[in-house]
């Protein structure tokens, strides 16, 4: 075999090393099956400030501020023993904290919504970006009237497919 086939063939070898390598690392990222364990814990903003207990993780530590009237969630995330990820609803300035906790290559995405006056109203649906940070964080800063009942949903899809779990209903927190 002559020097330039030998060196065609291996240059085209490592080109579709090369290309195999890149297109592997393209594909969707799996969603999580079995879905991680989700809870939820609800604070009446009446009696905050609020942190400790039930508040602690790992992260950052949630603080719910005074609001009258309003009511409080943090949802946590965790998959095989690791906290993949939190969600908060904050009634005083309407925010809500959208962290991914664990760089797995896999998301999550929240749905929010709230009701006001007899009409339910779409916010959108909302993900931490995807980054090698250790935490990726997304705040949100919604206009939503005093007393609405905020439905908050949790899905491993963004086509809000595969619910996790959810504060929604009875359930819901309160702006």
Known sequence: ?????????LLAGAVLTVAAALFGTA????AYSP??????YYYDTDNCP????N?????DNTYFANDAGGLA???ELVDDGWFVGKVEFHPYDEKLWVY???NDGDTFYVA???TSGGTYHDLGTFNAPGTSETVDLTVLNFDIPDGAYVDISVYDEADRSDLIGAARGTGAAIA
């Open 50 to 53: 609020c942190s400790g207990g």
């Open 27 to 30: 594909a969707p990222a799996q």
């Open 35 to 40: 879905n991680p364990t989700f809870h939820a």
């Open 55 to 59: 508040l602690t993780d790992p992260f």
């Open 112 to 114: 929010v919504g709230y």
């Open 100 to 102: 991914d906790t664990k």
């Open 73 to 75: 969630v943090k949802m």
């Open 1 to 9: 075999m002559s020097i330039s086939r030998r060196l065609t063939g």
